[in-house]
């Protein structure tokens, strides 16, 4: 997506910074059950790779967090706190672990941590609460009137990097496949956010159960590089 004006482009900037790897908001710390999935064998090489991320993000975790910073985006446009408040307890709920409420409201609050130390607005609207990640990034959005779409499209494939980053450090792949999965799942990213313009908070759901049961087992997982 291209932005259809100089203001729109300089509208986007703040995403390069927010969504980057040297933002303070531990991404690095965090593989979202990949680590269980490598254990388990379930993920050997770049082909498995591709998949299980495919289906986190069209069945899983990436089209819920599309969905929810949607919403929160919204509710930011529309100075509803209540309505914001909503979206993040939905948000929040939705962790089916402990660590993976941990990823979410962790990486959250210290992404509106440091973001209003850089980039404060009067229309950052305040939660005193745990803040989901992807809440998180549709409010900053909003209050920076960053386009949605391109907010939404560039949140899902920065998930991608970051979980493609993790499985090169655990090694099923390499630099050069890391960056071949990342081409092959952009356009999955781009439907999913498009997607998720036109779904309500109904909609929300998943199917990766594999997944969500692996966020327990790791939990008690003799080695571990991450969090989550």
Known sequence: MRPSSAGEGQAILPLFAWLSPSYPVGCY???HTLE?????????NEETLVAWLGEMLTLGFGRNDAILLGHAYRAVKESDAQALEAVNELALALSPSAELYLETSQQGRSFLDATLA????PRL??????????????????AHSVPLPITSEAYLF?????????AIRLAPIG???G???????????QAVARDAMELSLDDVGGSTFRSDLGSFHHENQYTRLFRS
């Open 179 to 189: 960056i071949r999965v990342c081409a092959a799942l952009a356009a999955t990213a």
């Open 125 to 142: 609207m305040s939660l005193e609460c745990a803040v989901a990640f992807p809440v998180a990034i549709g409010m900053t959005a909003a």
């Open 36 to 44: 269980r999935a490598v254990e388990a064998g379930d993920v050997t």
């Open 175 to 177: 630099q050069t496949a």
């Open 158 to 166: 920065g998930l991608v990097q970051t979980l493609v980053s993790a």
């Open 29 to 31: 710390a965090y593989s």
């Open 118 to 121: 850089a980039w404060p607005s």
